[in-house]
């Protein structure tokens, strides 16, 4: 009998030899190549939606397969949408004042965890942005969500298939377990990690480079100038999406004493139910396990399951349990982050009180994640944006939907980044630009014969506010000349191709020694 951790090492082994082979073919493709090959890997996973969303919740018991289907359309159609235009392959832009080309190099195979809250939604993002990058990823998934992830995996290896490119581009270990997950986190080149907090520890100690995510244990602070009904209301649509299984979602709500009763009132008008007394102890004493970890037992579940499990009445049609909170650490479980039907509720007096409590609830588990706030004082909401330890601050919007990018201009994702302070290597929602590195071909800035001993001899100045050097024909890419620098920025639509360009002074044909430069980069791409 041959021992299952074996031939999950063995597994992931074979999968990873295989998208390193497949990988290097993918990336000599031409950006519109590419570009086709995520259009129909989107289109067949918007297709399938409906189909893997109710997988997702059959096989986990997390969520609702209503939310699930829009946030698997999230991750096909709307991501697709935001990035088929990106540029990510082959030369980027070129700047003519720094006579730099940047060209986009993919990292390789990608070990992509994928959280048992969000499976099949996070294989289709995480694979969209893979391939736009010039990736293969090879998915290691949560074991009580295999079966969901392995059918998502199947239908996007049937769009490879149909656009004639290696399926092995995509592909998920089926036979899950640590050290199968061990293995393939040391042989990839990036780990993009989404799951819990000892998942995404592990994937910063394996040695590869690694883009993980911490807890949201996510803040709404309605101010007193807020729109109390529309603000209790994208609350509750919020909390309630997919049964809170996001990390974005509100775990407390805080606001002032002054609004305090018609908030509540409001809350209990649109489905909130006040726990208190033994109903209360109850809940808490189903909340968490024994090491303080939420419980997987109502994890994704509604109030009125939660209720049953804790074994109390509540009325029907309850949304959301709800408990007002003093504290916020380890003995306060309403304090931390609840991927359910759970609600903390908080009473400050004024902003600068709400400012210190936010500050506090994100350091109890969700330090660099979001903040939502809801309020019509500006002053307030600079003051929280400049202060506040989060990567995303959400304003008037529902936080789930506005984190992953529904309700907002940010970048549709489920993989969202919490910064240094968080313990994460980024603080974007993650994009394709995040999953490849950028090249610089950097040519000289001085004039023929001109000593770099001293730079104001050179026409360069340190000093702020003076003009940059007059580009030389000769000196600088051809491309360069039609183009201003992206900076590697999230919009690439200054990309331009070479141009031809006059030759440099002594002979040098700069047009023909960057098309040798660009020919010789191809070949190790």
Known sequence: MVDKDLLSIQEARALVR?????????AQL?????????????????????V??????????????????????????KVHACIKDMKTIGVLCSDPVTKIVEIAVPVGVIAGIVPSTNPTSTVIYKALISLKAGNAIVFTPHPSARNCIAKTVEVIQGALRACHVSPDLVSSISLPSIEGTNELMKMADLILATGGPGMVKAAYSSGTPALGVGAGNVPAYIERSANIEDAVTKIMSSKTFDNGTICASEQSVVTESCIADKVRAVME?????????????????????GNGSMNPAIVGRDALSIARVAGIEVPQGTRLLVSDEKGVGAKYPFSKEKLTALLGFYVVEDWRE???????????????????????NEEVIREFGLKKPVSRMLVNTPSTQGAVGLSTGLFPSFTLGCG???????????????LLNVRRVAYDLQSQGCSCASSTSCGVSTMTGVSAPTASAGHYPP???????CHHGANH????APQAAAAAAGGLDINAVTEMIVAELKKVL
């Open 30 to 50: 031409s950006q519109e190549r590419v570009n086709d090959v995520i259009r129909a890997v989107a289109e067949a996973t918007a297709a399938q939606a409906e």
């Open 269 to 289: 008008a649109q489905g909130c139910y006040f726990l208190a007394g033994e109903k209360l102890e109850k809940v808490k004493r189903v909340m968490e396990r």
């Open 354 to 376: 709400a400012c210190e409590l936010c500050t506090a609830l994100l350091h109890n588990g969700g330090i660099g994640h979001s903040l939502s706030i809801h309020s019509q």
């Open 420 to 434: 240094a302070v968080g313990g994460s290597a980024t603080s974007d929602n993650v994009t394709p630009l995040n």
């Open 18 to 26: 295989a998208a390193r082979k497949a990988q290097p073919e993918f």
């Open 493 to 496: 639509d200054a990309v331009v």
């Open 52 to 77: 893997l969303a109710n997988m997702a919740v059959e096989e986990t018991g997390f969520g609702k397969p209503q939310d699930k289907k829009i946030k698997n359309l999230l991750a096909s159609e």
């Open 479 to 485: 491309s360069a000349m039609l183009s201003g620098c």
